[in-house]
């Protein structure tokens, strides 16, 4: 199980290699998220503008059973502040398996101040966190990094393909794109540029389903 526990916070996370400039409209989005097949815990994110700038909040629960007993348990709660395609500003609090952990970001001039876990540190103004914006890709982002503990992430994105996903009973065409380093994901974008599905094989081989409900 302590092998699961990375997979896990990344398959709720996944990555932001790319952000659109256009902020998404006003929308709550929910997910639900499953380990091999079962339910195991949901994603909600909520898109808000303020004229030029927007925030993102999400919310993550995830919680894992083994014979009726609670293995382990993964709650989130992430605000995101942007302007455009910048990071402005991040808050997060996390509760992993019983550990608290806090990520304070701030942009600064030509850099992003984080102060996590283990410090703090400055990434270039273009950083962006793992967790995806939920919305459609335009430019490469050099720098990742996990909004949980403030780690940057080594990852390599493939240009994005068109694939059909059967949405609603309908076969909807998607772009995806696959991710590969740090993390092994694969993510589905729907016609209106939404996360609509995201695969992640977790470390102890166990496949993460993340599914727009």
């Not at 526990?5 to 398959?11: D, I, K, N, S, V």
């Amino acid at each position: 199980m302590r092998k699961l526990l990375p997979g896990l916070a990344l398959a709720a996370l996944a990555i932001a290699s790319v952000v659109r400039a256009d902020p998404p409209p006003d929308r709550t989005v929910r997910y639900q998220i499953r380990r091999n097949g079962d339910p195991i815990g949901t994603h909600q994110v909520v898109f808000e503008r303020h004229g030029e700038r927007f925030t993102v909040h999400h919310r993550i629960d995830i919680r894992v059973t083994v014979l009726s007993l609670e293995a382990y348990s993964y709650q989130m709660d992430s605000r995101e502040t942007w302007q455009g395609d910048r990071l402005l500003g991040l808050t997060t609090s996390t509760d992993r398996n019983g550990d608290a952990l806090r990520v304070l970001g701030r942009a600064s001039g030509d850099v992003l101040r984080l102060r996590g876990p283990e410090g703090a540190r400055e990434l270039p103004a273009n950083a962006v966190p793992s967790s995806p914006q939920h919305w459609v890709f335009d430019q490469p982002r050099p720098v990742m990094f996990e909004a949980e503990d403030a780690r940057v992430l080594a990852v390599r994105v493939s240009a994005p393909t068109t694939e059909s996903l059967t949405l609603g009973g309908r076969a909807v065409p998607c772009r995806r794109v696959t991710v590969s380093g740090d993390l092994d994901a694969t993510l589905w974008y729907g016609p209106s540029g939404i996360l609509v599905r995201k695969r992640l094989t977790a470390p102890d081989g166990s496949t993460i389903l993340t599914v727009l409900q």
